[in-house]
């Protein structure tokens, strides 16, 4: 949240370790997005209702600007069995823009699971937003065995909270964590909107949930009707083929109303694909993406993504390559910097549509399985992309591309574009979690031909923006060659069509402040 000039983050945190366990909220500060300084955790557990830790949640503000959080809390009355509950916090003082101090009402637990819910599942409330003199929010919940559940909560007051009868919606996805519901502007304005307000001629709203059973984070458009406590997607399928945020490792993400720059910023945790004994050896593992800023696109089927113009700071020394034709089986490397820490835009253009391979339609909603079936070697238009954090021999080297695919069936005459990032081969390490993501593209590539992609390399991570931010891909990978001064960047083109690199412009990138030293 933005408080007082100051941006809080709020994250869970085993302060005795790297690995899972002793939770409770880390809590670090900036005045950009990109510089952190770390503060003493806000919240530990020290009630009933959270004695088994302070688990995730989020941050409100009051008519009066305070904020208050709402986080779940974990009681357990019988051995081996515990049930998850919904606690406030409130600043000790207000009027310290770090907000060093949080206290708990004695009123906690202030939403407990009732009936026949599943008390075990029942977690993660929302940002509140307020209509027709109520606040409301949701927790994620499930029911049965297969049914995710966003609860919906009312309430005059803050304190004492009913739950709405029927869910605000439900999906057939399995466990719903971290959900998070907001509104957004049509007409393909990027302007952020304050959570409370409602949907409209101009307003969608965007509900978000984390699946806990396969780690990914997916979101419906949809519109949202306060006075029958629905919201319904305006695609159908939307909760079977599933839009996501992140097609790469992006999980339990959050979304605030940033007021000092109108608009909306997205915040996504990236796990580890490193073992356990290196996580304990390096004494981190986890961290935060770069924030995004998101709004809906001209059309209004999805969203767009694209990092914060705060990062642009970090920019130093810059290399470019333009109208540079890149060959069937060639590529080029990009010389002059340093890239183990880079920024890298690049606009494509396919010179030829022909060469295209067929779709196979078993794969039409199964991106990934189609980009470890073709993965990067050889084909028609495309591979074409970048090979980052390579190696000088390129024994290492992931990486991030495109191949357009041509569409089967009698009404499908817009190629499938297909972003992939591929780290099978980006380390010698045997002991590495390295899968293949990917997600197909919304865009027309036979219209203009032209597709851009971005890509922030940070050392262990990847994370790419396709087509101005449609389709993104964040990626952990560990180079045991491609490191420091060590890592390259190329261009490379293992399709069977000229690919043009129109404009590419890569810089360096300063470190960042990463939980600097305490204020």
């Avoid at 945020?245 to 909306?264: E, M």
Wanted: with cysteine; aromatic share 12%.
């Amino acid at each position: 949240m933005y408080y007082k000039g100051w941006y809080h983050l709020f994250y869970q945190y085993n302060p005795e370790g790297a690995v899972w366990g002793n939770i409770v909220w880390g809590h670090s500060v900036s005045r950009d997005l990109i510089n952190w300084v770390v503060l003493e955790p806000a919240l530990r557990p020290s009630i009933k209702a959270d004695k088994y830790g302070c688990w995730s949640g989020s941050a409100t503000m009051l008519p009066d600007a305070t904020p208050v959080i709402m986080y779940t809390g974990i009681i357990q009355e019988i051995k081996d069995w515990s049930y998850q509950v919904q606690n406030l916090a409130y600043p000790r003082n207000s009027s310290d823009p770090l907000l060093r101090e949080w206290i708990k009402p004695a009123s906690n637990p202030v939403i407990v699971p009732e009936g026949e819910m599943n008390k075990t599942l029942f977690r993660d409330p929302t940002t509140a937003w307020r209509a027709d003199g109520l606040w409301r929010l949701l927790v994620g919940s499930r029911e049965g065995t297969t049914r995710g559940v966003a609860y919906l909560y009312r309430s005059q007051d803050f304190k004492r909270w009913t739950r709405v009868r029927w869910p605000l919606h439900s999906g057939s996805t399995g466990m719903w964590e971290c959900p998070d519901f907001y509104p957004v502007m049509v007409g393909g304005w990027q302007k952020g909107l304050d959570t409370s307000v409602p949907s409209s001629a101009r307003v969608k709203h965007i509900l978000k949930n984390s699946l806990d059973t396969r780690r990914y984070d997916y979101y419906t458009v949809g519109a949202y009707d306060c006075n029958m406590e629905r919201y319904v997607p305006d695609n159908p399928a939307g909760d079977e083929h599933h839009l996501r945020y992140d097609y790469g490792n992006f999980y339990a993400s959050k979304t605030f109303y940033d007021p000092s720059k109108q608009r909306r910023i997205l915040w996504g945790w990236a796990n580890e694909s490193d073992t356990v004994d290196d996580d304990k050896a390096k004494g981190w593992a986890g961290i935060q993406a770069i924030p995004r800023k998101v709004w809906l696109e001209h059309g209004g089927k999805q969203l767009l993504q694209w990092p914060v113009e705060e990062v642009e700071a970090l920019r130093g020394k810059l290399a470019s390559l333009n109208d540079r034709v890149i060959k069937p089986g060639d590529s080029v490397e990009v010389t002059g910097i340093q890239t183990a820490q880079a920024d890298v835009e690049v606009t494509f253009e396919v010179l030829s549509m022909e060469g295209m391979e067929a779709l196979d339609p078993a794969l039409a909603y199964d991106a990934q399985k189609l980009c470890s079936l073709w993965g990067a070697d050889k084909g028609g238009v495309g591979p074409f992309g970048l090979w980052v954090l390579a190696s000088a021999k390129l024994q290492e080297k992931t990486a991030v591309f495109f191949r357009v695919f041509r569409a089967v069936g009698r009404n499908n005459t817009k190629p499938v574009v297909l972003m992939c990032t591929d780290p099978t081969s980006s380390s010698l390490s045997p002991n590495l979690y390295r899968p293949t993501f990917a997600g197909f593209v919304d865009t027309d590539i036979s219209q203009g031909k032209i597709i851009t992609l971005r890509s922030l390399i940070d050392r262990s991570v990847v994370e790419s923006f396709g087509a101005g931010g449609r389709t993104c891909i964040l990626s952990r990978v560990y180079p045991s060659l491609a490191t420091g001064k060590n890592a390259h960047l190329h261009v490379f083109n293992n399709g069977k069509a000229d690919i043009r690199v129109s404009q590419l412009a890569a810089w360096e990138m300063k470190p960042a402040l990463m939980n600097g030293a305490q204020i």
